[in-house]
């Protein structure tokens, strides 16, 4: 069975920090390339950074550059996305997921998922 479970969320004060892990099973974690997503209230669900497998790329959503970070380990079959000078806009359900290839932008390229964790910034 596939399974991708995030934890570290919680709340936090504006300019706190959190960090998020995923722990994976299932599937060959070190195969795929990790993303991480979030859906705010109301909002679509948008993607923030990818990691390719092999550790040695990674990419941010402008928004998010210098203030999150994305790594893992593979040993671990686990992802990390680490959270600094969060805003109250960063309130949202953060998810990750496995992709098979490095650079995938949209939900559609991501075939595995977790079921999200609840990160709320109080200002």
């Known amino acids: 069975e596939v399974r991708l479970v995030e934890s570290g969320g919680g709340l936090v004060q504006a300019g706190g920090s959190l960090k998020l892990s995923c722990k994976c099973s299932?599937?060959?974690?070190?195969?795929?390339?990790l993303g991480w997503f979030r859906q705010g209230p109301g909002e679509e669900r948008e993607g923030l950074s990818c990691?390719?497998?092999?550790?040695?790329?990674?990419y941010y959503r402008d928004f998010v550059k210098g203030r999150f970070t994305i790594s893992r380990d593979n040993a671990k079959n686990t992802g990390y996305l680490q959270l600094k000078s969060l805003k109250p806009d960063d309130t949202a359900v953060y998810y990750c997921?496995?992709?098979?290839?490095?650079?995938?932008?949209?939900?559609?390229?991501?075939?595995?998922w977790g079921q999200g964790t609840q990160v709320t910034v109080s200002s």
């Open positions: 997921a496995g992709s098979n290839f490095f650079g995938a932008t949209t939900e559609a390229d991501y075939p595995v």
């Open positions: 990691l390719s497998s092999d550790d040695r790329a990674a």
């Open positions: 299932g599937f060959i974690f070190d195969e795929y390339a």
